[in-house]
């Protein structure tokens, strides 16, 4: 694997791959890989020449400190995962790379980045886009993959892309989200549940479940008070938001035949630790 920390070097390699008509995949994570970032590459293993993956820890987009102090990192375990499942590619920069000077950059995304993740964690879509805007200039990739797991940020990045990201020709793709066996959805934030929040957290994706079977029996607030009210039973549990909306828009809905497509998002905390996850109703 050919690991580059500069913008320069790395813009260099992409760009000769292209002249010679190489498709370039691309998977943007934060490190501390697991299955869920795997399954991104081995998507983008198969649809293009080269895989590329950037591990960066963005400040930028973390709203709560502790929550950036906190985030594992573990660059050489990473490197021998991405090196098992042959990436072509690693780039992995430090912070001076990426913000040399701070990027006082505004996005604006409409409605979408002002709900859900964008209310209750202010400034943290600004930060991602500010970070992978700045990726997307330096890897111009063919196809860039995206986890459902965070399925606001996947219609926010294809949003970038339309709005502010032209002059390029990225395509967005998304991939489902892969979950551990008792269904708790993968994140690099479970290692630090302790072993008692982390059998806890298998609450919140059960009741999705659940849910799910329930759709035909309840109503949109019923269903929405059923998945609050049990994973609230849990002491180690506590919803931050819990909600169900047309999955094109986003747009909360109140009546099961208002949208098409309809997902349920959810955001828990697990003792200080912040977990998200959704499912699609359909
Ligand atoms: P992160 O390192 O958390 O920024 O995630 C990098 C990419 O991996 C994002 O596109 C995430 O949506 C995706 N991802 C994280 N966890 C999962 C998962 N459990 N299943 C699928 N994709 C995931």
Redesign the pocket.
Known sequence: MEIYKTKQEVNNRINELKKQGKTIGFV????ALHE??L??IRCSKRDNDITVVSIFVNPTQFNDPKDLERYPRMIDKDIEKLEAEKVDILFAPDEKEMYPEPDTRQFDFGYLDKILEGKHRQGHFNGVAQVVSKLFDIIPATRA??????YQ?YLIMRELVKRYMQHLDIEIIP?????EKDGL????RNLLLSPEQRKSAALISQTLFRAKELTNMMSVGELKQFVVDTINQNPHLKVEYFEIADAETLLPIENWDEAKEKIGLIAVYCGEIRLIDNIEFN
Do not use: E, N, V, W
Request: net charge positive; hydrophobic share 30%; with cysteine.
């Open positions: 943007p994570t934060m490190g869920g970032h399954s991104l993959y995206f986890g459902k797991k965070d940020q991939c489902p989200i892969i979950r959805a993968m994140s690099s």
